[in-house]
């Protein structure tokens, strides 16, 4: 005589392991992620990680950092005045982390510009995700 009731069933082996073929499930990987720490006081650091491969860090870096000339055209194409214009007015550094890679540290609370700055420069701003208070 058998009894039914003591025969285990698992009702997720159809399934398999979600986990098993793919280390990137539950990861957002394919996304941008912008966000602010608090340092000490009133002071903040803006990082940015998830860039894709193809773009260059250091670069992106540099032009966060790059001071920018505005100049204003008077109507006999002359240079009325010019003005040296900093977008970001900031210093950064490039952190390589094990877990995320490529991190861009910047000082202050610099989360909208570098958003603008990446949707200017061709990325979706889908892929952007701004964290913070």
């Not at 398999?16 to 996304?31: A, E, I, R």
């Not at 602010?36 to 903040?44: A, P």
């Not at 803006?46 to 790059?66: H, N, R, S, V």
């Amino acid at each position: 005589m058998s009894v039914q009731n003591l025969n285990t069933f698992d009702p997720f082996a159809e399934e398999g392991d979600p986990l098993g073929d793919s280390k990137d499930v539950g990861s957002q990987s394919d996304h941008i992620h912008i966000r602010i720490q608090q340092r000490n006081g009133r002071k903040t650091l803006t990082t940015l990680q998830g860039l894709p491969k193809q773009y260059d860090a250091k670069k992106i870096l540099k032009a966060f950092k790059k001071v920018c000339l505005a100049t204003t055209f008077s109507s006999l194409n002359m240079i009325k005045s010019v003005k040296l214009v900093q977008e970001f007015a900031c210093n950064g550094t490039l952190v390589d982390d094990e877990k995320m890679g490529q991190v861009i540290q910047l000082q202050g609370d610099q989360r909208a510009k570098i958003s603008n700055f990446l949707i200017e420069n061709g990325l979706d701003k889908s892929t952007i995700k701004v964290h913070g208070f």
